[in-house]
């Protein structure tokens, strides 16, 4: 099929999609709660930041899953992603390097985390960059202990996010947007309203204008990343947020960022501004 055929066939198909599937948005997500071991209640909708045009309230991709997978989630000893916080807990204590330090050496108990995931990325002053969780922690490995930096989507490294994000469950996202971070606020909202590949299609294509409707098999969520690192069924593990933005650009068909590079730093902090206020829940499980 020519690419220009192509093109015209998927927006019939997503025009299609649209009229067939409005009736069924509402069913799309449900009005369940998420609450973790029956202990830590997350908030999972809200209202939409007031810097947020396109959408009036922020829903977590849980409501967009089935039962059986929101089910996975409920329960540390049913959530395969935990395997991976045992993975980061093992690393955080292992001592390594020259300098013979762990984690635990500079940080203590893991637990001096919490609070952390919640305001990532962020403007870092030293640095005069934006920095996501993964630069600190390859940081801390480089600086400090003088090991070698983990690769940015690597299973470590997202092993050890998980186990930070674990600290902040149930605590609300709080990036700022202003002062020195705004510049790379606004780059990632460009790019997240840009159309891009042969399929043009933006970020706001499928996750803010279709969300609810069906792609595939699935059904369409906010695209919030609230709940990463995710366990994704499709893949059978751990997922980062920049692992994820990759798979999502290759899916236009347009050429993709590079994980860690500016690009995804400035387009997690605006897709992380659009779920503020909703519950750190990582690690998730997702489709």
């Not at 209640?41 to 409501?63: C, F, K, N, Q």
């Not at 902040?168 to 971070?181: E, L, Q, Y």
């Not at 690192?229 to 920049?242: F, S, W």
């Not at 590079?261 to 998730?284: D, I, K, M, T």
Request: aromatic share 8%.
């Amino acid at each position: 099929m020519k690419i220009s055929n192509l093109h015209r066939f998927v927006q019939i198909a997503v025009t299609a999609s649209v009229v067939s599937g409005v009736a069924s948005i509402a069913n799309a997500q449900d009005n369940d709660s998420l609450v973790l071991n029956g202990e830590i209640e997350m908030v999972t909708r809200t209202a939409a930041p007031a810097y947020i045009d396109g959408l009036d309230e922020v829903i977590s991709g849980w409501h967009f899953r089935s039962d059986e997978t929101q089910a996975l989630q409920m329960d540390d000893f049913d959530n395969s992603g935990m395997l991976g916080v045992d993975a980061g807990q093992e690393a955080w204590d292992t001592v390594q390097g020259p300098e013979q330090k762990s984690c635990a050496s500079c940080h203590g108990d893991v637990s001096s985390m919490e609070g952390v995931r919640t305001v990532m990325p962020k403007y870092n002053e030293e640095a005069a960059d934006l920095w996501t969780l993964e630069d600190y922690i390859n940081n801390c490995r480089t600086e400090r202990q003088n090991v070698e930096a983990w690769g940015y989507t690597s299973g470590p490294m997202t092993n050890m996010a998980a186990l930070i994000a674990v600290q902040s469950r149930g605590m609300p996202m709080n990036v700022a947007i202003d002062g020195p971070a705004a510049p790379f606020w606004e780059q990632g909202r460009e790019m997240y309203y840009t159309r891009t590949g042969v399929l043009e299609l933006s970020c706001a294509s499928c996750h803010e204008q279709s969300a609810g409707l069906h792609i595939r098999a699935d059904h369409l969520s906010q695209g919030q990343i609230n709940g990463f690192p995710a366990y994704r069924l499709k893949n059978a593990k751990l997922n980062g947020i920049h692992a994820r933005f990759k798979g999502c650009v290759r899916d236009t068909k347009a050429e993709t960022y590079k994980p860690g590079g500016p690009e995804f730093h400035a387009l997690e902090l605006y897709v992380a501004s659009r779920g503020n206020g909703l519950s750190v829940e990582g690690p998730s499980v997702r489709n």
